[in-house]
């Protein structure tokens, strides 16, 4: 399925996690604290929220938790 992430086309294997999709394209970090510090998920289970991306508009969403859908667009540095 082809997804949008940080403006760039990607196509991915149904079944991934928003996070799993953004390792695999190269994305290292997810968003970055207050101070500028580079984020990134730590429990894989959604307790962290290190995660947080913007996805379809929306944001503080857990890329974790989330499944890639077709069409999906991803923000991740905010």
């Avoid at 953004?22 to 307790?47: I, Q």
């Amino acid at each position: 399925m082809k997804i949008t992430i940080n403006g760039q086309v990607h196509e991915l294997d149904a079944g991934l996690s928003v996070a799993a999709a953004l390792a695999r394209v190269g994305v290292v970090a997810f968003r970055h604290s207050l101070n500028g510090d580079a984020r990134a998920p730590l429990c894989g289970m959604g307790v962290c929220q290190e995660c947080r991306v913007r996805i379809d508009g929306r944001g503080e969403r857990l890329a974790c938790m989330t499944l890639v859908s077709e069409g999906m667009t991803v923000e991740t540095g905010l």
